[in-house]
Nanobody
Framework: QVQLVESGGGLVQAGGSLRLSCVAS????????IGWFRQAPGKEREFVAA????????DYSDSVKGRFTISRDNAKNTVYLQMNNLQPEDTAVYYC????????????????????WGQGTQVTVSS
């Protein structure tokens, strides 16, 4: 099973930017969707964004659309989440995850379809 490692979290002021990285231990991505989720204290883990390695299509939650961008680097086996105009409500632990699906769909917004998860990286946005 593929291992995923996130990095890039930190403390930033409102309006600032961060770029998260998710590196895979092997080259599994051809028929996978890679997603980013986040979990704030006392809340459930929620979908943020996803990318299909097969056809490059992307999907975003309404709360981050227009501010966050998910992308991938084939050569580095890495998926990125560029987060701009961060707000205090974006504060959470961010996780990347892999789903053995070639295409995005309504189900790739669901936690249960993802089979591998990283350990998470903390993002804190101060007001």
């Amino acid at each position: 099973q593929v291992q995923l490692v996130e990095s890039g979290g930190g403390l930033v002021q409102a309006g600032g930017s961060l770029r998260l990285s998710c590196v895979a231990s092997e080259r599994p991505f051809t028929n996978y969707v890679i997603g980013w989720f986040r979990q704030a204290p006392g809340k459930e883990r929620e979908f943020v964004a996803a990318i299909s390695w097969f056809n490059f299509r992307t999907d975003y939650s309404d709360s981050v659309k227009g501010r966050f961008t998910i992308s991938r680097d084939n050569a580095k086996n890495t998926v990125y989440l560029q987060m701009n105009n961060l707000q205090p409500e974006d504060t959470a632990v961010y996780y990347c995850a892999a789903a053995r699906r070639p295409y995005l769909s309504a189900t790739t917004r669901l936690r249960d379809v993802y089979i591998s998860w990283g350990q998470g990286t903390q993002v804190t946005v101060s007001s």
